[in-house]
């Protein structure tokens, strides 16, 4: 069974980039520390009242131990974060 981890939140749309930079070093770090783990970064195309949705994916090495890691590395990141966990059916 794959389990997956989506984290949604929103950004102010002038921190946009810095953000997504954050989040890209974040994830390289976390895909090192934890082999198997695959990331992605989405954004929703609609901007809401300067607002812009981003969501990270996690699949493969979704464990305590990341959620762990990924809730404490995310401190500096736009909040409030969202987590929502799915196992894949088969």
Do not use: C, I, K, W
Not at 29 to 46: I, K
Not at 62 to 79: E, F, I, K, R, Y
Request: hydrophobic share 45%.
């Amino acid at each position: 069974m794959t389990r997956r981890l989506y984290v949604y939140y929103r950004v102010d749309e002038a921190s946009l980039a810095p953000t997504v930079a954050a989040v890209q070093a974040l994830q390289a770090e976390l895909q090192a520390d934890h082999p198997g783990l695959r990331v992605g970064l989405q954004r929703r195309p609609e901007v809401q009242l300067g607002l812009v949705t981003l969501m990270e994916t996690y699949a493969g090495a979704v464990t305590p131990a990341l959620l762990q890691a990924l809730d404490a590395a995310a401190s500096g990141l736009p909040q409030p974060r969202h987590n929502e966990v799915f196992d894949t059916l088969s």
